[in-house]
């Protein structure tokens, strides 16, 4: 259990990657040279992709991250903050079915 009483971070991250990977998509850690912000995980499905940050619930992003999300939805980017296994397992679930022909 972490500060706010719920499973960490880095727990939620994990189980929420071994799903997306069951699911077909190609997950990689993400970290920006130079610069911070960067989501945790991106996700690769064929023509889309998903960029997940993780956090403890109920936890929101740091001020520099909340920017760097900004930044990216503003080019088009589909950038999510995920606080718990469900939420990341509906999410995955969700962009698979509606690209299924592709996945």
Not at 2 to 8: A, K, T
Not at 32 to 53: H, Q
Request: glycine fraction near 10%; hydrophobic fraction near 40%.
């Amino acid at each position: 259990m972490g500060r706010q009483g719920g499973p960490l971070e880095s727990y939620i991250e994990r189980r929420v990657v071994k799903f997306g990977e069951r699911l077909g998509y190609v997950v990689r850690k993400v970290q920006w040279v130079a610069r911070k912000g960067a989501p945790d995980r991106v996700f690769m499905g064929s023509g889309f992709t998903l960029w997940i940050e993780f956090k403890q619930l109920g936890v929101k992003p740091e001020p520099h991250q909340a920017k760097e999300h900004m930044r990216m939805r503003s080019a088009g980017q589909l950038v999510f903050v995920i606080d718990n296994i469900a939420d990341g397992e509906a999410l995955l679930r969700r962009y698979a079915r509606d690209h299924a022909d592709v996945l």
